[in-house]
């Protein structure tokens, strides 16, 4: 039995920057994702608490310690700066809580 679970969660992330003009992705400043045992080209789910917009992209790593939480290409329509976000990424788990995948 596969069962896909909650690995990491960055709750009320501030979005500081939407770049339109970019491939697409989020970027998160390095030390959070290191602080959310989030990885970079990691796939995400996004959540956007002020207008419930839901998305799937992948993670880019952005300069340590400066807080960036950036949406980048499509993604950077479906939330403006100063939005509150949640990120979340998922494992796959046995049964007996093993990391299968």
Same mark, same amino acid.
């Given at each position: @039995?596969? +069962?896909f679970m909650l690995k990491s969660k960055i709750h009320r992330a501030t979005v500081t920057d939407a770049n339109l !003009? #970019?491939?697409g992705s989020i970027? +998160? !400043?390095e030390k959070i994702m290191k /602080? =959310?045992?989030i990885l970079e080209n990691e796939k995400v789910q996004v959540v956007n608490i002020n207008n419930g917009e839901r998305f799937e992209t992948y993670v880019i790593k952005g300069p340590y310690?400066?807080?960036d939480i950036c949406l980048n290409g499509a993604a =950077?329509?479906?939330a403006e700066p100063k939005d509150r976000i949640i +990120? @979340?990424? #998922?494992?796959i788990v046995d /049964? #007996?809580?093993n990391v299968i995948e």
């Open positions: @039995m596969k +069962i !003009d #970019y491939v970027t +998160i !400043d /602080e =959310a045992n310690g400066k807080g =950077a329509r479906l +990120i @979340m990424s #998922y494992c /049964e #007996y809580n």
